[in-house]
């Protein structure tokens, strides 16, 4: 059983990128045969690399022995795969422009809040990376507030009846461009973070650093509701203004609440080969 895992090049400014390496890496550490298929890894990553640009079609690397794991943005199925999970790492129709899927794809979620549209999925999927050097607070002179737009451009935060952030507030989003060392650096000098998009990882790295989090809450969804799609942000993050005074009083327990995710993300990838043992069980009893 061989696993190839379909990813742009490797860039530590997409939480979606990262996750696709990482879990390449962290199937290859189980003793799979785990292969990265992309035009670049990080260096320390255990799978093989195979040369692939993303999204370049009828490129054949998969046998009937391999299971080959799509992001959802990949429409149709350029690796030419007998078997295919598609992992939904964002909502699907979302970003993704309208794709097409094979009917006898698996379809694994990242998270609850990542619900498939058209079809019942098969599973979680969860893994999380977090270089820990990058989540300290390093008790450095605050200033100034930040905003980080993303995901959240349909809460109108460039419109100045709609915008929460104050007037002179730095635009981040250029910045997160240049990966989490350099984020690291601008969090650590940052008083507060005021953040349109409530799905983004550099939330929890702001938090961490000790820069005081908001998240601009989107209409519709309470916080309770937030709370259980995202639940380690419900330490050291503010879902509305409203909610900063529970979130410094909590933000003493969001490293304990990152390192049980992790431990949680373990237990997600073992049960997801254990699946796909079963799945080519199976295959092998219809054939």
């Known amino acids: 059983m061989k696993f190839i895992v379909a990813a742009p090049k490797f860039n530590d400014a997409s939480g ?6 990482h879990l390449a890496n962290r199937l290859a550490e189980l003793g799979f045969e785990s292969v990265i298929a992309s035009s670049d890894t990080f260096p320390e990553n255990k799978a093989k690399l195979v040369q692939w640009e993303f999204g370049e079609e009828n490129y054949t690397i998969a046998d009937k022995d391999s299971m080959v794991i799509y992001p959802e943005v990949i429409s149709d199925n350029p690796l ?3 078997h295919v999970t598609r992992w939904i790492l964002y909502k699907e129709g979302g970003l993704a422009q309208p794709i097409n899927y094979g009917a006898n794809d698996l379809v694994y ?3 609850a809040f990542h619900r498939p549209l058209n079809r019942q999925a098969d599973g979680m999927l969860t893994i999380t990376f977090w270089d820990h050097q990058f989540l300290v607070n390093q008790k450095l002179k605050r200033t100034g507030v930040g905003f980080i737009v993303r ?5 109108k935060p460039h419109s100045i009846l709609h915008r929460k ?7 981040l989003d250029g910045e997160c461009k240049k990966g989490v060392a350099h984020m690291h650096r601008v969090f650590n000098r940052l008083k507060v973070l005021i953040s349109y998009d409530s799905e983004t990882g550099w939330a929890l790295q702001a938090a961490a650093t000790g820069c005081l989090v908001v998240i601009v809450p989107t209409k519709g969804i309470t916080k309770q509701q937030f709370w259980r799609d995202f639940p380690t942000f419900k330490f050291g993050i503010a879902y509305g203004f409203f909610d900063i005074p529970r979130a410094l009083i909590t933000r003493k327990h969001l490293m304990a609440a990152i390192l049980n995710d992790e431990a949680e993300n373990e237990k997600s990838v073992r049960k997801y080969t254990v699946d796909i043992a079963n799945y080519f069980k199976r295959c092998e009893s219809i054939e």
């Open 16 to 21: 979606g990128v990262i996750v696709l390496h």
């Open 80 to 82: 030419n795969a007998w």
């Open 109 to 111: 979620q990242f998270g």
């Open 151 to 155: 995901k959240g451009a349909h809460k």
């Open 165 to 171: 952030h104050p007037p002179r507030s730095i635009f």
